[in-house]
């Protein structure tokens, strides 16, 4: 049976290390000027660094250029794109149409994997883009599984499903929260997502709590609940996904790599046929290392499609 690639979020440099003894296969990478919604921020030197440490391994390295460009920016696009090329790193992560167009004029020949979020939900339009480059979709986070096993069914580009990790809601350009402490007067140090507190922003009426934090790609509003599907890849792994995604945004460096050694045991565990036995288990070690103010859920992967 063919396994996932499992890929995940690392914080740093020194987080991949111990996200290879943990049993991940590949990363993304990048610097928020150009990469949206990132664990981490790695610098092109530590890119290259990180490049190094992760072919070594025999792994992949795929580096976030998924922002949105407007025109002011696609000079230092190209030359950004131009200089991680270099690198030969495994894939470049898109969803502007500018990224393509950066290919095209600079001669690069790195893969490309297609991720507009939200826009990613059939397989139609997967097969569009990978006529015109990508060689991945990464499906939106609010498929159910009938509708991934059918896109994977239909689609000529490998396909990439989040398992675990929160789900961006809602994404502004413009800097919300600062807007709105200007308008009281008050002075607000922008909330860095590197730092160990948390921002949220409280819906009473449903009781639910959304994590929130600005940067250069402006204000980002995540889902109040966790996806969790790791005693649920049955369908996924009969279907053949070609890649598990366990994004780590907002979670701690430890957090993550816990997460991915029990996703690199349930893979294993399916592919060796002792998968039913540990369902619980796993689901059960999830829960004991879950944050107290992420709940858990199954996304929208179990949800009933209305149209």
């Not at 599984?145 to 994404?171: L, P």
Request: charge should be negative; aromatic fraction near 10%; glycine fraction near 4%.
């Amino acid at each position: 049976m063919k396994k996932p690639e499992l890929l995940v979020t690392p914080k740093s440099v020194a987080h991949i290390e111990a996200l290879l003894e943990a049993g991940a296969d590949a990363f993304v990478v990048g610097e928020q000027m150009f990469g949206l919604r990132l664990a981490g921020e790695f610098t092109v030197a530590q890119i290259k660094e990180a490049t190094a440490l992760v072919h070594a391994a025999g792994k992949k390295i795929y580096v976030a250029v998924n922002a949105l460009f407007h025109n002011e920016l696609i000079e230092a696009l190209d030359a950004y794109m131009v200089e991680v090329a270099k690198l030969e790193v495994d894939g470049f992560i898109y969803g502007d149409p500018a990224v393509i167009m950066a290919c095209r004029e600079n001669d690069i020949t790195i893969p490309l994997h297609w991720n507009p979020e939200t826009t990613a939900t059939n397989w139609f339009t997967a097969n569009y883009w990978g006529e015109r480059g990508a060689n991945r979709a990464v499906l939106a986070r609010e498929l159910s599984m009938d509708e991934v096993v059918e896109i994977k069914e239909n689609a000529n580009v490998a396909i990439e499903v989040q398992v675990h990790g929160m789900t961006c809601m809602f994404q502004s350009k413009r800097p919300l929260l600062g807007h709105y402490f200007l308008y009281q007067d008050k002075v607000m140090e922008v909330e860095n997502r590197q730092e160990d507190r948390n921002m949220f922003l409280h819906d009473d009426e449903r009781n639910n709590k959304y994590p929130i934090y600005e940067d250069a790609n402006g204000t980002h509003i995540f889902s109040p609940n966790d996806m969790c599907i790791i005693d649920e890849i049955d369908e996924l792994m009969d279907a053949e996904i070609d890649a598990f995604k366990i994004d780590g945004v907002l979670q701690t460096a430890d957090y993550i790599t816990q997460v991915t050694a029990l996703y690199r045991k349930a893979i294993d565990a399916y592919v060796d046929g002792t998968y039913d036995d540990m369902r619980d288990e796993l689901q059960q070690a999830v829960e004991e290392i879950q944050p107290a103010h992420r709940p858990l859920d199954t996304g929208f992967i179990f949800k009933e499609t209305v149209y």
